[in-house]
């Protein structure tokens, strides 16, 4: 058993190591293809070899590794459409700027901003062409009054437009998310150029979307306010598009979060409310079989209502496997179950690798597993109240080791008084999941009583308001906490050796200890000196000015913000967690900046400057000043002119022509990003 359990263990290892290999290097779709196939004849001949043999030989494991390695590069290959001859890229790429005739079917419904409602769709036809691909849709708000069904299709005569990369540094990198969905463009439609067709497609999508929308539209008939029928939607229905940003901030403040997504606690808590209920069948001849085909059933129906996310997904299928060990009686390891849920799920989805989600619940379960009967052993009480809080506590403590890492780097917030909130919501979360199941249930038949729906929105507005009074807790949150992936690496070396160590002492354990001591200190100091000593930095941002200048691990910020703006603004604050950046100072925009040997001159919507004093290397133009570049460029014979993204788009436009004309180098922020100087 131990042997099965360590093989799979490995091979999965190497079947991530092999997704990781084939997403950064770019794999040919055939090369992969006849090397997985080779190495997979070559392990079958090998293993008939050693079986006929009845030999055990290094080079067979080695064979399987380097397959399961082929085989993770080819996964990756293989759910790439873009490696498919009917991909759209490979018709429109050469005519981005043209309008195209665009067939697509909507996907999925994403959390719309100020302006647009959002959606993932399947593009169906360019022009008269069959093509396949996924795109991002942005459709105007004021546009349509409804927002748009999973299946519809819909025909729309407009442009392929790119995903911008960030364009000031440390910013989130919404293109290669995208790109991790294999998105690459995305629409931009009006009403006016969007047709709804007769096509009518099917797809479990639709069908789960098509449910969903039928529960809320029972539920809308009784009292629930909209805070409360979001937060069944998250809770129960895993949509959490209509999640205010107020109560998801406060979630998010008081450690909280993982409630409003469905994930491996939601599922657990379902298996055993479902259990129960099926336990009688158990009576029945074959009932045990029986009632484990329908719990699977029941629990991926409830997946794919949920939207399959990476969470979901995950958690349905370690409980499918837990499910069908537990009934059958069969041994299991917990280690071992979430190895084949790992190994199965990146088959078929290997962008799941990179998702957040399914990296944080898979670190909180196996940290779970290690380290939560440490904590529990130190002390068990004997009153049951007791036990059971004390149990609580020890596995949110664990899975906050497990996550903390992760959640450092990507979020950049440790919220101190997570184990409150957790403490107070988890024994609840049962009687909340429960109740909402019979809520829902009896909605669909028209017969939920209204005292019933008015106790349980009472229910969800009392979670609410405690978890904002948690949230308002400021002193207890830390923000703004520089954490790199080199920061992730050593502080899970730390953990493990601790862990290690704790489970047994010895000499050797310790000496592991001290060295993820030794790493973490080589880690903070390498990153102090690759942080950037003196570095000039003139930002994009639409409408205004703001230019940062690094010294001494210190950031001047010049700007010609509002209070208000630099409050809410997070440029510099991405900025100085990216560069581990400890002191900011600000102060007013200057005329002239001196960079050593390199000076810069701003030029105002004034647009006065002395061509007197001196000649500067760069000239940095901010809102919109009505000069004669020309005129500018004889006098002063700069040797870079900069235009910020306070400035107009046609004095842009111009100041680019002029500056081609003449072979002088430009640089557009709001097009090329933010503009750096090391000095």
């Excluded at 210190?554 to 208000?564: A, E, G």
Aim: glycine share 4%; aromatic share 14%; proline share 3%.
């Amino acid at each position: 058993m131990k042997l099965l359990n360590f093989a799979i263990i490995k091979l999965t290892l190497c079947l991530i190591i092999g997704i990781i290999i084939g997403y950064y290097f770019q794999w040919a779709l055939k090369w992969s293809l006849y090397s997985t196939t080779i190495l997979v004849i070559a392990l079958f001949t090998s293993f008939l070899i050693a079986k006929n043999q009845f030999l055990k030989t290094i080079w067979f494991g080695v064979l399987a590794f380097t397959t399961m390695l082929s085989i993770g590069i080819l996964t990756v290959n293989i759910h790439n459409e873009k490696n498919f001859s009917n991909h759209y890229t490979h018709f429109v790429l050469s005519e981005n700027d043209s309008l195209k005739t665009i067939t697509f079917r909507i996907k999925e419904v994403l959390k719309p901003n100020t302006y647009y409602n959002k959606y993932i769709v399947d593009i169906l036809k360019v022009d008269d062409l069959n093509v396949s691909g996924k795109l991002l849709v942005n459709i105007e708000k004021d546009s349509i009054k409804h927002s748009l069904k999973v299946d519809d299709v819909f025909i729309s005569k407009t442009n392929f437009e790119t995903i911008n990369p960030p364009l000031n540094p440390n910013q989130f990198n919404y293109k290669f998310f995208l790109e991790k969905k294999y998105i690459y463009h995305q629409l931009y439609i009006s009403k006016p150029s969007l047709l709804e067709t007769d096509v009518h497609l099917h797809t479990l999508y639709g069908i789960a979307d098509a449910i969903r929308n039928h529960v809320n539209s029972k539920l809308k008939t009784y009292s629930f306010k909209p805070d409360e029928l979001s937060f069944i939607n998250a809770l129960l229905l895993g949509q959490r598009q209509d999640i205010s940003e107020d109560i998801y901030t406060n979630y998010v403040n008081a450690g909280a979060v993982h409630i409003l997504a469905v994930s491996g606690l939601h599922i657990g808590i379902i298996l055993l409310i479902l259990s129960f209920v099926l336990k009688p069948l158990e009576t029945f001849k074959h009932g045990k079989l029986i009632k484990t085909i329908l719990l699977i059933l029941m629990l991926w129906s409830f997946a794919i209502i949920a939207g399959l996310s990476a969470s979901v997904t995950r958690a349905v299928t370690m409980f499918s496997i837990i499910t069908i060990a537990v009934n059958y009686k069969r041994p299991t390891n917990i280690f071992n179950t979430l190895a084949i849920s790992i190994f199965v799920l990146l088959l078929i989805k290997p962008m799941f690798l990179f998702d957040v989600g399914f990296q944080l619940s898979y670190m909180a379960v196996l940290a779970i597993v290690v380290i939560d009967p440490l904590l529990y052993k130190l002390w068990q009480p004997k009153n049951k109240i007791i036990d059971f809080y004390w149990h609580t506590l020890t596995v949110t403590l664990s899975a906050q080791f497990g996550i903390l890492p992760i959640s450092l780097y990507y979020f950049h917030k440790l919220p101190g008084l997570f184990f409150i909130s957790n403490l107070v919501i988890i024994p609840f979360l049962e009687v909340i999941l429960g109740f909402g199941i019979l809520v829902i249930t009896l909605a669909l038949f028209n017969i939920l009583p209204v005292f019933m729906s008015k106790t349980y929105g009472y229910m969800i507005s009392m979670m609410n308001d405690f978890v904002s009074w948690i949230s308002n807790q400021k002193q207890f949150i830390f923000n703004d906490i520089a954490f790199s992936l080199l920061y992730v690496c050593v502080f899970y070396l730390f953990i493990i050796s601790i862990i290690n160590l704790w489970r047994e002492t010895s000499y050797k354990r310790l000496r592991l200890v001290l060295f993820s001591i030794l790493a973490i200190q080589c880690a903070i100091i390498l990153t102090k000196y690759s942080s950037p000593k003196n570095q000039f930095i003139v930002f994009n941002k639409n409408r205004f000015t703001l230019i940062g200048n690094v010294m001494f691990n210190t950031i001047d910020v010049n700007s010609d913000f509002d209070s208000l703006t630099f409050s809410k603004d997070k440029i510099i604050t991405n900025y100085v967690i990216g560069n581990h950046i400890k002191n900011v100072q600000t102060d007013i925009l200057k005329s002239v900046y001196t960079l050593n040997d390199k000076t810069l001159l701003v030029i105002d919507s004034l647009g006065i400057y002395n061509i007197k004093s001196f000649s500067p290397d760069y000239v940095l133009l901010r809102q919109s000043p009505q000069i004669n570049l020309n005129r500018l460029i004889d006098s002063i014979k700069p040797k870079y002119i900069i235009a910020d993204g306070s400035n107009y788009k046609s004095y842009i436009e111009n100041w680019e022509a002029i500056c081609q004309k003449r072979k002088l180098p430009f640089h557009q922020t709001s097009k090329k990003g933010a503009f750096i100087i090391d000095y």
